[in-house]
């Protein structure tokens, strides 16, 4: 009986003997049941063992019976205090219970309730009520906004609700009767995924995730929290580990998504943009973006659909010069100059797009089965094709309500690459119309001016403000502050801010007499910062987006020689003015003295009278005080003279030879650690542009302002949904998510199959078999 045997499988758990537990107890001789296994499973868990879990799940444990809410949070309780990922929830918890001692003080509380509430949260760690919802504040924390807030269904919280309003909404849940807590985890297998994670177990975490769904975008799930967990992490040895298993979740993602490309193009580019109700609506695409995922973004399927969906319904191989000749002379686009495809096209599938999109569910497996046996009817069929539409970014349906000029029209502004082209051409036109305003246009302030190009140059900086507040709207169901810090977070838009500000500031500064040239020199240096954006544009090129990164690194780098620099500079200073000047109260001299000339002698610009005593007697100079702080020039002192000199020969050794040879050293670095791997670099950046672009309005500014106006009535006011979000986030359900998951999983497995193949036949392998034997 299986009852019997259930301490001796114990035993064996607790002694870590699995060769045991197969040979005795798993032979086939013993029917196991779900009761038996579930204590056995819960130490396995807890205990970190799992090639018993393992064992476990093959011999009769079913994990949805298992993994109810209040399971998964005793495994949570169970985790060890030293560990970073506890920390944190225990902040979470402390936070929690400081807000229902806040209730209770506020509800009018006993004396002797609240006594009793700040005992318990001074309690043990093991003693405190950790919930779901601590756990899913953290998951919160480490994922950021590209997911919706985790086990809120189960908890029955809103995911639009505000954090406060959630922490109290959970403490009258939590002094309730808590019916979640007997009820089944949704996801099993991917919140075991999670809690492995999230303790760093490296062999549990990979089980789990070989058993969870939705291979490509768990990896990269994983990847994202190791990675976040490793900057909070103090311990070196244990942030050494968690990028070590961050970088091998990349691996897996790029090695499982491979694995789907080989099989059929259009399910891998589905697969990428697919919203995962798991994961809470995230994309692979945002995911990876997310997680940092360089290699994952250097694929040849990612930037396969990046391209298509960077020239929409053109052909990729279309000339540059075609669309700027277009630009100039639109009806050029009604005729053969650019090839676009035909939506009537996209629907025929053609024979060599079935050889290279082998659409079957197992690859080339002579076992596997095809589309055509999945799908039955034509209403399927047809499900699958619009779905193919929907990607490539047209629709039969819609494009034949419109007529020919209509629909090539739309065919080439809204291609992103179109929008791409006249934001690069109207900004360089914007660059110059403000530099012709600045240098020749810019006249005295009212009733003289400002001229009518100065006003044209105020609509264009207007509708770039426009622009930008659109910007700020992009985040979906996110509060008004997460969508400005999520703005704020991107480099670009803090340059977009930055000189914003600037021309706000100049334009009322011009408008008064008083600070008209304040204006004009704030202007002048806010020209500077709209000329830098320009940087940003060619980050699309794949020779100059590269060499845009190197300057990034770059620039970091200066600062550091910049500190250094700073503290020899003023060293020498001080001594170099204290040392020729007995006394020179004037401050603004002490300054150009201090700072300002040391700096020069870097470049060999070295007063020579300064240095020889022969010179100094020819220097008109006085020694009186009342006269030197009237104005006249302090003589030098030629005491110590000598010592002069000999510090700036130190001076000049260090910063000319030492420093300036180390910031030279410190760019060569970077430059190597960068080029060698440009491609991957540029093509991570790349996605960044073309996700910028695909969302901007099809016109560029100062014309942009129509598109706000079209953008505000059909969206707003008409309630119309956009069909570029269709591009890179596509909601799927019923059989068409289900056929996406499980050929997903089958990719997956041959890709197992294959590396496990591999390694048996390694050397290494025969050489332990043969030891063994």
């Not at 059989?735 to 193949?757: G, P």
Request: proline share 3%; hydrophobic share 45%.
């Amino acid at each position: 009986m299986a009852s019997e045997c259930t301490e001796e499988l114990k035993l064996a758990v607790a002694w870590n003997r699995i060769d045991t537990a197969k040979a005795e107890l798993f032979n086939g001789d013993i029917q196991w049941k779900y009761e038996d296994l579930e204590d056995s499973m819960t130490d396995a868990l807890i205990n970190n063992k799992p090639q018993f879990v393992r064992l476990f799940c093959e011999n009769g444990l079913n994990i949805l019976n298992y993994l109810t809410n209040n399971r998964l949070e005793s495994l949570y309780r169970s985790l060890s205090d030293s560990l970073l990922a506890y920390i944190l929830l225990q902040r979470h918890l402390s936070e929690r219970k400081t807000l229902a001692g806040s209730q209770l003080s506020v509800d009018g509380a006993a004396p002797g309730a609240m006594e009793t509430f700040h005992m318990e949260v001074n309690t043990s760690a093991s003693a405190m009520d950790l919930s779901l919802f601590e756990v899913s504040r953290l998951l919160q924390d480490l994922l950021g906004d590209v997911c919706e807030p985790f086990y809120y269904g189960a908890l029955g919280l809103d995911p639009r609700m505000g954090t406060r309003r959630a922490l109290k909404q959970v403490n009258k849940i939590l002094q309730g009767e808590c019916t979640y807590r007997n009820q089944q985890c949704l996801s099993p297998w991917a919140a075991l995924f999670i809690w492995a994670v999230l303790q760093n177990r490296s062999e549990m975490a990979i089980y789990f995730w070989e058993m969870a769904g939705e291979s490509v975008l768990s990896a990269l799930g994983a990847c994202k929290i190791l990675r976040e967990l490793s900057k909070l992490e103090n311990e070196t040895e244990s942030k050494l580990a968690m990028k070590k298993l961050a970088q091998r979740f990349e691996n897996l993602a790029n090695d499982v998504f491979g694995e789907c490309y080989q099989s059929s193009e259009s399910r891998s580019f589905t697969l990428l943009i697919r919203k995962s109700p798991v994961w809470g609506g995230a994309t692979c695409l945002e995911m990876a973006t997310a997680a940092d995922a360089r290699l994952f973004f250097s694929h040849d399927g990612v930037q396969s659909l990046l391209s298509e969906i960077w020239w929409g319904d053109m052909e990729r191989s279309t000339e540059v010069w075609k669309l700027i000749l277009s630009f100039f002379m639109p009806p050029l686009i009604y005729t053969n100059l650019i090839s676009f495809r035909e939506p009537e096209e996209e629907m025929k599938p053609s024979a060599d797009h079935h050889i290279r999109d082998n659409d079957s569910v197992g690859g080339n497996d002579a076992t596997d089965f095809s589309i055509a046996d999945i799908i039955q009817n034509e209403e399927e069929m047809e499900e699958l094709k619009t779905q193919r539409e929907n990607l490539k970014g047209s629709s039969m349906q819609t494009n034949s309500k419109r007529p020919f000029i209509v629909s090539r029209w739309r065919q080439f502004w809204y291609a992103p690459v179109t929008s791409f082209l006249g934001n690069v051409l109207m900004y360089f036109l914007f660059l110059c119309l403000f530099a012709y305003v600045l240098l020749v246009d810019f006249k005295s302030p009212p009733p003289d001016g400002p001229s009518s190009l100065e006003f044209v140059l105020y609509f264009w900086v207007f509708t770039l403000v426009c622009e930008e507040i659109r910007q700020t709207s992009l985040g979906g169901s996110l509060f008004l502050l997460q969508r400005m810090k999520k703005y704020i977070q991107d480099h670009w838009n803090k340059c977009d801010l930055t000189a914003i500000l600037l021309f706000l500031l100049a334009l009322i500064c011009r408008m008064f007499p008083w600070s008209f040239n304040v204006g004009r020199a704030v202007m002048a240096i806010d020209y500077m910062v709209f000329t830098l954006r320009l940087i940003h544009i060619f980050a699309i090129h794949k020779q100059l987006g590269p060499k845009i990164i190197i300057l990034g690194k770059m620039v970091k780098d200066v600062f550091f020689f910049l500190f250094f620099l700073g503290v020899w500079l003023m060293a020498y200073g001080v001594a170099h003015q204290a040392l020729l000047f007995s006394y020179d109260p004037r401050s603004k001299w002490i300054f150009r003295r201090v700072f300002y000339r040391p700096y020069m002698h870097i470049f060999g610009q070295i007063p020579v009278h300064e240095m020889d005593t022969d010179k100094l007697e020819e220097l008109s100079c006085t020694y009186n005080h009342s006269e030197i702080e009237a104005g006249a020039e302090p003589c030098m002192s030629t005491y110590a003279n000598w010592l002069v000199v000999i510090l700036l020969v130190i001076y000049l050794l260090f910063t000319n030879i030492v420093l300036v040879n180390l910031l030279i050293a410190m760019f060569s670095y970077t430059f190597s650690k960068v080029q060698g791997h440009s491609d991957i670099y540029w093509k991570f950046q790349r996605y960044n542009l073309i996700v910028e672009y695909h969302y901007r309005p099809c016109l560029a500014p100062p014309f942009i302002i129509f598109s706000h106006l079209h953008i505000l009535i059909k969206r707003h006011i008409r309630q119309i949904p956009s069909a570029k979000s269709q591009h890179f986030a596509m909601e799927l359900q019923g059989r068409k998510a289900s056929r996406l998951n499980t050929w997903e999983a089958v990719q997956k497995e041959n890709l197992l199959s294959a590396q496990n193949k591999q390694q048996r036949e390694s050397d290494t392998s025969r050489l332990q078999r043969t030891s063994v034997k």
